[in-house]
């Protein structure tokens, strides 16, 4: 079993969609969770980061962490074409030395 | 957020041959630095941890007498490919950790596409 599972997809959604995308982890000692874009052939961008369990929101992006359930969520709200990429999900502990576990990926396609 | 830059961005070598990328993070000092692999609609598959003025930490399965991590200053980092074969081609991605960001987060260079021929 993966430490972090993540649906590769591909999800497609219209112009305007309420996107929901998730990772699931096995690991209780996980207390940073973030979530990065990837464009094609570029490197990952950080969009969202939550410390331990809860939710923050970033104007269309929210996150939620769920550790009783060990369950991450990105919502993206009013999903823009430029939204169109591969959504990596992210979670390290202290216990590991911070070292970063990332899940598969998720490739989002909104369609105009 | 913070910038972490590659060099170069795309490099195309004969086999046999060695390739150095670089990976400089431009407006933070970064202690430790990571380098990652990924294949085609994959993940990122984490090969090394590069710790300033030490040794770099390898992940199992990871040639260290290949992959040659140096980490000279808090602001550069490299890699170097020796003896380069064309299944070393992928895309290589550094990233760099701010310790002074409030966050253990990382910072993700553009990444560089090796292709090795």
Not at chain 2, 77 to 98: K, N
């Amino acid at each position: 079993q993966k430490e972090v599972e993540q649906d590769p997809g591909p999800l497609s959604v219209p112009e305007g969609a309420i996107v929901s995308l998730n990772c699931t982890y096995s690991n209780s000692a996980f207390q940073y969770f973030m979530w990065y874009r990837q464009y094609s052939r570029k490197g990952p961008e950080l969009l969202m980061y939550t410390y331990s369990s809860g939710n923050k929101e970033d104007g269309r992006f929210t996150a939620q962490v769920d550790k009783s359930s060990k369950y991450i969520s990105l919502f993206i709200r009013d999903s823009q074409p430029s939204d169109s990429a591969t959504y990596l999900c992210a979670m390290s502990a202290i216990t590991g030395g911070f070292k970063t576990i990332f899940g598969a990926g998720t490739r989002l396609f909104v369609k105009a | 957020g913070a910038v972490v830059s590659q060099h170069p961005s795309r490099v195309i070598c004969k086999s046999g041959t060695s390739v150095k990328i670089e990976c400089r993070s431009l407006d933070f000092q970064a202690t430790t630095m990571f380098w990652y692999r990924q294949f085609p609609k994959q993940s990122l598959m984490l090969m090394a941890t590069s710790n300033e003025g030490s040794k770099a930490t390898y992940e199992q399965g990871v040639e260290k007498d290949k992959f040659l991590i140096n980490h000279a200053s808090l602001t550069l980092s490299t890699l170097t490919v020796t003896s380069a074969h064309p299944e070393d081609s992928s895309f290589y991605i550094c990233s760099a950790s701010d310790p002074q960001g409030g966050a253990k987060t990382q910072y993700f260079g553009p990444g560089t596409r090796l292709l090795v021929l």
